[in-house]
């Protein structure tokens, strides 16, 4: 048998969904695909995409660990930066290594997102 994986979603953990909101959907253009709660005041459970890559955000403990990271493989990085909106607080860099152009966020949470762009390398 042959397993064939469609995508896969790290779970990152997060505290605040007003924070979350601000930072995956107003400022990295991800969509907020849905959110699950077991009841009124219980802890968040979020479903984020951007393109083709999944994230999980959730406020229960012991789903994740903040402080996490994952790396996010994309084509078209540089125009990706450009096109962030402007933000005093967010102001990530472009690094170009040889393995490709990185670009690296940390969410309010601690959790970090290197995107990476391997058409682009510094060798």
Do not use: C, I
């Not at 007003?18 to 849905?34: H, I, P, S, T």
């Not at 540089?78 to 966020?105: C, I, K, T, Y």
């Amino acid at each position: 048998m042959t397993l064939r994986v469609s995508h896969s979603a790290p779970v990152f953990r997060s505290f605040d969904a007003a924070l979350a909101r601000a930072f995956y959907v107003d400022w990295l253009q991800f969509d907020w695909e849905g959110e699950h709660r077991f009841h009124p005041g219980a802890p968040l459970y979020a479903f984020l995409r951007l393109g083709t890559f999944h994230l999980h955000l959730s406020e229960h403990h012991g789903d994740a660990t903040p402080g996490s990271t994952a790396l996010v493989y994309v084509e078209g990085l540089r125009a990706f930066h450009a096109a962030l909106p402007e933000n005093p607080n967010m102001r990530p860099g472009l690094d170009l290594q040889p393995w490709g152009l990185e670009m690296s966020v940390t969410d309010p949470f601690g959790n970090r997102l290197r995107f990476l762009d391997q058409k682009e390398t510094a060798d």
